[in-house]
């Protein structure tokens, strides 16, 4: 492959992996529009997009393995590309837990349990894959260490939310069978906490497999 064709390989590749992050970002906004709106119709579509994330995601993993393949890259080439790969994991996997809030809001859910502020955590959680999002593209290290630090708000706000509907469930009802009645709408709730949990952390992966794109520390990646 002659050198130029080589390099718009390479920016063609992170211009996809924006891409597909955009798409996931997406899927993630919707599926807390059905959660917060109790819609059934949205949850159903976005479980039905998941299978073109999950193809995009199968057809540019192929991409980086041809590139590393054919290609060979060495130094900052290489560690481009194998952590656009991993990256594409983890958005695949946001992906997968956007579709987890869909299946919760097709459950529907009670107005008896607590109010917890799910489309603020949310949206921090989205704001945070965005932002990460962002660092790769632009390769900024910056950015990718203030996602690192901003994780942990997300994580206190997720077991303050978690808390809050246990002492409801404990405190509101006395009577053994309201609380069995109760339990399927807690426990969805709060796999929905942990789920939001989880799509933060996938970002601060993606921001710290782009540190790894710039410092070359092969701990970073991991």
């Known amino acids: 492959m002659p050198r130029k064709e080589y390099r718009e390989s390479l ?6 992996v924006e891409s597909m992050g955009t798409a996931v970002l997406d899927q993630l906004s919707r ?10 119709k ?15 995601y199968l057809d540019l993993e192929s991409d ?18 194998a952590a656009s790969f991993k990256i594409l994991t983890d958005l695949e996997r946001i992906g997968d837990l956007a579709t987890n809030l869909a299946r919760y809001a097709l459950a529907g859910r009670s107005d008896e349990i607590a109010e ?14 965005r932002a990460a999002l962002d660092a790769y593209v632009d390769a900024d290290s910056a950015a990718c260490r203030a ?13 303050n939310a978690s808390e809050a509907v246990v002492r409801e469930l404990i405190a ?24 939001l949990e989880r799509i933060g952390d996938h970002a601060v992966n993606i921001a710290a497999r782009t540190l790894y794109m710039d410092d070359g520390d092969p701990k970073l990646i991991y």
């Open 172 to 195: 509101g009802e006395s009577d053994r069978w309201e609380i069995e009645r109760l339990l399927d709408d807690v426990s969805r709730l709060l796999l929905t906490i942990r789920d």
């Open 42 to 56: 949205l949850a159903r579509e976005v479980i039905d997009g998941d299978e073109r994330i999950n193809q995009r």
């Open 31 to 40: 599926a807390l529009d059905a959660l917060e709106r109790d819609d059934q």
């Open 116 to 129: 917890v502020q799910i489309q603020t955590i949310g949206e921090t959680a989205r704001g945070q894959v």
């Open 11 to 16: 920016a063609a590749l992170r211009s996809e």
């Open 64 to 81: 980086c393995i041809d590139l590393i393949a054919l290609q060979q890259p060495v130094a900052s080439d290489l560690r481009f590309v």
């Open 147 to 159: 996602i690192a630090e901003r994780d942990d708000e997300l994580d206190a706000s997720c077991q």
